[in-house]
């Protein structure tokens, strides 16, 4: 219990010295305070002394980097005024950053009002920029003037497709256009041609006069800046024009010549519309469009102001000829110009896109349709014509009549615009689904066709080549007929009916041209029993025959051969499988009965006096010369 007693009384005492530490730190911590606070009040001033100064020295640093800047402006504007007053015509594009580094100058100092320079500086710029686009107006023009050239015909004959390019021969001779006219077998190929519209400016100068436009255009020179070049290029797209022989005629002039002049000069017109519209026109649509990148309105205006007149010019021409007096041998000119119009309008509506060239696209639109009604108002004729055709100039070789592609053509070009058909006949199918007005007005057309080939048959004084004559032309009509949407038409039974009138003329050409020929193979009249009678007979042999006889007979199949095969080499028949058949056709008569002829009848006259004199082709070289016939090609055995 005493111990107990001592260590409480230890731990009592030990507590109270404890108290006594506590209260001194206490007492230490707060005279601590007390002294910093006393350290912070004082310190305060020193402070906002130092913010003071550093945000002197930002002031300064930020006064320092403006004056900077404003001394390098004043740098760049001496600078620019230097090339500025040199112009333009030293260093073109070191004057045109000239003139940008002035724009950028002037929108500094317009954004940055204050400074106590500013409207002094814009003053002085705005004076520079005023000199420099008199400059560049007045250079503008002096690039344009010097770099618009007409374009040579020759350079734009080499942009077209190498089928619609004229000959070495016609330019030697200082010929200006393409051979031909529209034709509609030619139609396909020059819509699929690819055309290379011409650089009408150098392509190095293109982006500088680009330049110069949008430094106009920023200046708010629209309107000179178009006027420039509208007037530069409009002189150097009709000079070109010219250069290719288009003329300035009016309508009554037109519709004054006489059809032979006439009818040459629509032939060039179909040329010249191509030749505009897919070289010329493109190429300056395309111009505009690399000049004025930076305007489309601008591209529109220009574009328009350059090829109204000279489209207007070659839209007159068309015009007096679809108000012209109708007549038969107009029809299919008015049918190539329309065609020619319809495989542009859609390149028309292209390049004079934009509410600028609104009328020139309807000037085209317009003629097109004038040239449609002028053709549905001459159709009528049509038929009548084609049967009352006499023409008597028929082809000595036979081949296919210029009458029969015509009209063929013709026929084609119907079942190529059948929108057209449809405002011709007015309804397109009958009510009844029976045919159309279209299958009715052809099968009358190839009928007038055919009595008039008929007649011009009769004209031939040799029957056999009467019937090539028939056999040529009514095959191109089956064939052509076969390939066209006339087929459905016309039918299956009109294109085997017509088959076997070809057939017929074949057959009636194999009997009158060879059944002499034939008669002299055969072996009647030549034994002494009389012979077979049959042509190409095996049966029998020589016995009997006269050695005189079979020699005549050889020497007139000689004759008779050679007057044929040269005759005949002459003939044409265009199409190759039908004048390898009829070729075959021959073969098959005409070999056997020789080979049998010679096999029978050669050896009496082998070894007499010189045999080759009668016994003069193998089988194997008539059929070498049979392989020559129907070339239009004059030959001799």
Not at 14 to 32: E, M, P, R
Not at 46 to 75: G, K, M, P, Y
Not at 278 to 290: H, I, S, T, W
Not at 559 to 586: H, M, N, T
Request: aromatic share 8%; proline share 3%.
């Amino acid at each position: 219990m005493e111990g107990l007693a001592q260590r409480a009384a230890l731990l009592r005492d030990s507590l109270g010295k404890s108290q006594a530490a506590t209260d001194a730190v206490v007492s230490i911590l707060g005279s601590f305070d007390s002294r910093l606070s006393a350290l912070d009040a004082a310190m305060r001033p020193i402070q906002l002394r130092t913010h003071a100064v550093r945000t002197a020295h930002e002031n300064i640093d930020r006064t320092l980097r403006s004056a900077d800047v404003i001394l390098t402006q004043f740098d760049r504007t001496r600078e620019a005024e230097r090339e500025i007053q040199k112009g333009p015509n030293e260093n073109l594009q070191g004057f045109l950053d000239a003139v940008d580094r002035l724009r950028s100058i002037e929108r500094f100092f317009s954004s940055n009002r204050s400074y106590s320079s500013s409207d002094r500086v814009l003053s002085h710029v705005n004076g520079l920029l005023s000199k420099a686009l008199v400059k560049m107006e007045g250079e503008f023009q002096n690039q344009l003037t010097q770099r618009s050239k007409p374009m040579e015909p020759d350079r734009l004959f080499d942009c077209l497709p190498s089928t619609l390019r004229p000959s070495a021969e016609s330019r030697s001779e200082g010929g200006k256009h393409p051979p031909g006219g529209a034709q509609s077998d030619n139609h396909e190929t020059a819509e699929a041609a690819v055309y290379k519209p011409p650089a009408l400016i150098e392509p190095k100068f293109v982006p500088l006069l680009a330049k110069l436009a949008q430094q106009l255009v920023q200046a708010g020179c629209q309107q000179q800046c178009a006027e420039i070049y509208s007037e530069a290029r409009a002189s150097a797209l009709e000079s070109s024009l010219k250069n290719l022989g288009v003329e300035k005629l009016s309508k009554d002039e037109v519709q004054k010549m006489p059809w032979e002049i006439l009818e040459s000069k629509i032939g060039n017109w179909i040329h010249f519309m191509r030749i505009a519209v897919k070289l010329l026109f493109a190429g300056e649509r395309q111009l505009c469009d690399q000049v004025f990148e930076c305007s489309q309105s601008l591209r529109d205006k220009c574009f328009s102001a350059i090829t109204k007149n000279s489209l207007a010019t070659l839209l007159s021409f068309g015009e007096a000829i679809a108000m012209s007096k109708r007549s038969p041998e107009k029809l299919f000119v008015l049918l190539d110009m329309y065609e020619i119009m319809c495989e542009l309008q859609t390149e028309i509506d292209t390049i004079f896109v934009g509410e600028s060239c609104s009328q020139m696209r309807d000037s085209a639109l317009s003629l097109t349709k004038c040239l449609a009604q002028t053709a549905q108002k001459t159709f009528s004729d049509f038929e009548e014509a084609v049967e009352k055709d006499a023409t008597k100039n028929i082809h000595t070789d036979g081949t296919v009549h210029p009458l029969t592609s015509y009209v063929i053509n013709y026929v084609k070009f119907l079942f190529d615009y059948q929108s057209t058909l449809k405002q011709l006949f007015q309804e397109f199918k009958r009510e009844d689904g029976s045919g159309s007005e279209l299958a009715s007005v052809t099968m009358s057309i190839m009928q007038a066709l055919q009595n008039n080939l008929d007649a011009k048959a009769k004209q031939y004084k040799d029957p056999a080549l009467m019937h090539i004559f028939l056999m040529n032309n009514i095959h191109y009509i089956v064939k052509s007929v076969r390939r066209s949407e006339a087929k459905d038409l016309l039918g299956d039974d009109w294109i085997q009916r017509h088959r076997r009138i070809v057939q017929q003329n074949a057959n009636q050409y194999r009997r009158v041209a060879w059944s002499k020929v034939l008669q002299c193979l055969s072996g009647q009249g030549l034994t002494s029993s009389g012979g077979s009678g049959q042509v190409g007979s095996e049966g029998g042999n020589s016995s009997g025959a006269s050695r005189t006889a079979v020699k005549e007979r050889f020497r007139s199949f000689n004759l008779q051969f050679e007057e044929i095969y040269q005759k005949q080499c002459g003939w044409s028949v265009p199409d190759s499988e039908l004048r390898e058949s009829l070729r075959l056709a021959v073969a098959e008569i005409l070999l056997p009965a020789y080979r049998s002829f010679q096999k029978r009848f050669g050896p009496l006259i082998e070894n007499s006096k010189a045999p080759g004199k009668y016994v003069k082709h193998t089988p194997e070289q008539l059929e070498l010369f049979l392989g020559n016939l129907f070339e239009g090609k004059q030959e001799r055995p």
